[in-house]
């Protein structure tokens, strides 16, 4: 059947339509060298190919071949330019499904080598199947190409489509975050991160409280303190009061349903925290903190594994449809400021500030010996594709309750 396949591809429109699940693999020895002829020649030329084209490429390429090698090319050859024509939809039916059986077959191997114990092919059998790496039908393109529809395209950026932040302040500057969008915090040791978090989420008005089912993935502390907080900025009890107030809390959380939950993920893999937002299936994700995820890859400094990471989380919004949020930390520099940049990032240059649409530096004023706690915050939006507003909010957190506040 690959003589057909090879005789059918002469043919620039056929060749153009089914490329993308052609390679030579599909082909063996003389196959494969005259496959990549008409490969090479449909990108250079952009017409249909005859037989005698073809032969005479291969003469010039081979200028020194054997007697013998010109009879076994000669051959096989022949036997495609006697072969019949086949229907073009028939014949690309068949790519599609020798290209399936060679997919599965590379698979197959991957799997073997990990068996025998090779650590690198696991992170290529993950891409293998993730991404279907040899190749593609022309239909699974479809929904990359954006639509020309002008109305639909200021319905889907308008601030309608987003999750509102509910600090005042904050809103003024960039109103929320949408699916597919990759946002960023970062804080200066003790600004209340994750007190940030759950007030966003769960606080009044709210993420969850706009209709978003919620998910907080937690890899520093326990999710049971995150949890608790949560419930503190969902009620508005402070922290002595709980108990007392536990059964108001229990019926408020119980409403909520599935539309909130935090999941412990310390020592998750990226591939596992893909793995349990796809089982979840949330309209927004907080990470915190995203840094402690671990990436596959051999890299030469941290920041570049750090980007690396960063670009895997922003495909990873838009993968799993999802406003991704996550938390990492400010440098120690950062905590003398209350006006952060993107350079106040921990550990990363610019290659984490680099891949996401929104970032959001919180900072304070810096505790003076013997004086009282000033829980003034300041938000710095300093990266903003969403809105184009660099500007920063001045709030309050209420750390009795978890909850951010103008």
């Known amino acids: 059947m690959t003589k057909e396949l090879l005789r059918s591809c002469l043919k ?14 599909l082909f063996e020895s003389e196959q494969k060298e005259i496959f990549q002829i008409i490969r090479d020649s449909h990108e250079k030329y ?25 009879e076994d090319f000669q051959t ?33 191997e991957l799997f073997l080598r990990i068996s025998e114990g090779n650590t690198d092919a696991e992170q290529a059998l ?56 990759f946002g960023c915090i970062f804080a200066v040791p003790e600004a209340g991160k994750t007190a940030f978090v759950a007030s966003i989420c769960v606080g009044p008005e709210g993420f969850v409280h706009q209709g978003a089912k919620t998910l907080i993935l937690v890899n520093e502390e326990d999710g049971g303190r995150t949890m608790l907080r949560s419930a503190q900025a969902l009620c508005g009890v402070k922290r002595e009061k ?35 937002i796809a089982s979840r299936k949330p309209d927004v994700v907080c990470i915190d903190q995203a840094d402690k995820v671990h990436i596959r890859g051999n890299y030469n400094a941290s920041h570049e594994k750090l980007r690396a990471l960063y670009t895997n989380f922003r495909e990873l919004a838009k993968r799993q449809d999802i406003a ?22 921990e550990n990363s240059k610019i290659g984490k500030a680099a891949e996401v649409d929104l970032l959001i530096g919180i900072s304070k004023h810096p ?21 184009g507003i660099h500007s920063t909010a001045v709030c309050f957190l209420n750390h009795e309750i978890s ?4």
């Not at 036997?79 to 698979?107: F, M």
């Open 12 to 25: 620039q429109d056929f060749y153009t339509t089914n490329k993308l699940k052609l390679s030579d693999d």
């Open 46 to 70: 952009n017409k249909d190919l005859s037989f005698t084209e073809v032969k005479s490429l291969w003469i010039v390429n081979h200028p020194v071949a054997t007697h013998s090698e010109k």
């Open 76 to 108: 096989a050859l022949s036997h495609i330019e006697r072969s019949e024509d086949i229907n073009p939809e028939v014949a690309s039916d068949i790519i599609n499904e020798l290209w399936k059986q060679e997919w599965a077959r590379k698979g197959a």
């Open 126 to 181: 993950e891409e293998h199947l993730r991404k279907k790496e040899d190749g593609f039908s022309p239909d699974d393109f479809a929904e990359a190409f954006v639509t020309k529809d002008i109305a639909l395209l200021l319905e889907q950026a308008s601030d309608d489509h987003r999750f509102k932040f509910n600090i005042n302040s904050l809103r003024n500057i960039v109103c929320g975050v949408g699916k597919k969008e």
């Open 242 to 276: 709980v108990r007392e107030n536990i059964l108001r809390i229990k019926t408020e959380f119980v409403d909520l349903g599935d539309r909130f939950e935090i999941a412990n993920v310390g020592g998750y893999d990226f591939n596992k925290i893909e793995a349990i």
């Open 324 to 345: 991704l949020l996550v938390v990492s930390q400010a440098s120690q520099e950062a905590q003398y400021k209350t006006k952060l940049t993107p350079f106040d990032m």
């Open 367 to 387: 505790k003076q010996e013997n004086e009282e706690p000033d829980y003034t915050r300041f938000l710095s939006v300093c990266k903003n594709k969403l809105s």
């Open 403 to 406: 909850r951010y506040e103008d």
